[in-house]
T-cell receptor
Framework: RKEVEQDPGPFNVPEGATVAFNCTYS??????FFWYRQDCRKEPKLLMS???SGNEDGRFTAQLNRASQYISLLIRDSKLSDSATYLC?????????????FGSGTQLTVLP | GAVVSQHPSRVICKSGTSVKIECRSL??????MFWYRQFPKQSLMLMAT?????????EQGVEKDKFLINHASLTLSTLTVTSAHPEDSSFYIC???????????FGPGTRLTVL
């Protein structure tokens, strides 16, 4: 079983739609959680951190459920520029080191 | 956030040659850097953790004699792919451990193609 699992998609949605991505993680010792965005042939960029209380940044809302080991990302009013691969990322402390474990990503295409 | 550069951005080489990739932290002293590899349509996979002034820690399945890592200063880590073969063709990305607990800052990546 993968440590971080995501639906690979692709999700093809029209502009203005609301789209939700889900992610589950297997290591209960995971300490922090993120959504990253990766454009084609580029490095991943941090989109937002994810907290149990939920957090919102403009059109983006992220939620963490520690009991279910489940993370979500909601994008409202999709824009063409939102087209990218969204990576669910978990930070696990191993000894003195902190390591990021990446999901395989969910591909989103927003259509005009 | 920190600025991380990588050089070269793209390299094409013949099978059997060695390729060195540099990762620089431009405005941040990075005691720890991470090297990832990403094959097409797959996720980033951590290869190794590079520690300034000491040996790198390699993930299971990554050959330390094939992927040589040197972290000689607080701003530079290098990854050398020795005797590269076509199956080593991939996108190699480095990152630094950010000053905050949460964040890593990624370099722009190096796309390696071995013919």
């Amino acid at each position: 079983r993968k440590e971080v699992e995501q639906d690979p998609g692709p999700f093809n949605v029209p502009e203005g739609a609301t789209v939700a991505f889900n992610c589950t993680y297997s290591n209960s010792a995971s300490q922090s959680f993120f959504w990253y965005r990766q454009d084609c042939r580029k490095e991943p960029k941090l989109l937002m951190s994810v907290y149990s209380s939920g957090n919102e940044d403009g059109r983006f809302t992220a939620q963490l459920n520690r009991a279910s080991q489940y993370i979500s990302l909601l994008i409202r009013d999709s824009k063409l520029s939102d087209s990218a691969t969204y990576l669910c990322v978990v930070n696990i402390r191993r000894g003195s080191a902190r390591q990021l474990t990446f999901g395989s990503g969910t591909q989103l295409t927003v259509l005009p | 956030g920190a600025v991380v550069s990588q050089h070269p951005s793209r390299v094409i080489c013949k099978s059997g040659t060695s390729v060195k990739i540099e990762c620089r932290s431009l405005d941040f002293q990075a005691t720890t850097m991470f090297w990832y590899r990403q094959f097409p349509k797959q996720s980033l996979m951590l290869m190794a953790t590079s520690n300034e002034g000491s040996k790198a820690t390699y993930e299971q399945g990554v050959e330390k004699d094939k992927f040589l890592i040197n972290h000689a200063s607080l701003t530079l880590s290098t990854l050398t792919v020795t005797s590269a073969h076509p199956e080593d063709s991939s996108f190699y990305i480095c990152s630094t451990d950010g000053s905050s607990y949460n964040e890593q800052f990624f370099g722009p990546g190096t796309r390696l193609t071995v013919l």
